[in-house]
């Protein structure tokens, strides 16, 4: 299982980024799944969840409205759309699967937002 993050870099407020986590070693479009975010001295935070058909979509009280979770099956891919980004977001982002009783982990992509 391999899971690669991209996309992050220094905004803005109230600027916006895509993220993007390729994923391959497993069957993509069978799973769930998510981006975490973890801060600096905090701990790992839910951001968003996505199903495996797209049919389901949810996200943490702190990021709905303004986040967007979506996944391309065909590329095996999950995406992250940040609009609106105020400092703190400012974070590493994750993108995470769960099978077998196991969690699955990129390496990160941080996020940082200037006020």
């Known amino acids: 299982v391999q899971l690669v993050e991209s996309g992050g870099g220094l905004v803005q407020f109230g600027g916006s980024l895509r993220l993007s986590c390729a994923a391959s070693g497993f069957s993509f479009s069978t799973y769930e799944m998510r981006w975490y975010r973890q801060a600096p001295e905090k701990e790992r935070e839910l951001v968003a969840t996505i199903s495996s058909l797209s049919r389901s979509r949810k996200y943490a009280d702190s990021v709905k409205g303004r986040f967007t979770i979506s996944r391309d099956n065909a590329k095996t891919t999950v995406y992250l759309q940040l609009n609106s980004l105020k400092p703190e977001d400012t974070a590493v982002y994750y993108c995470?699967?769960?099978?077998?009783?196991?969690?699955?982990w990129g390496q990160g992509t941080q996020v940082t937002v200037s006020s």
């Open positions: 995470n699967v769960q099978f077998w009783g196991r969690d699955y």
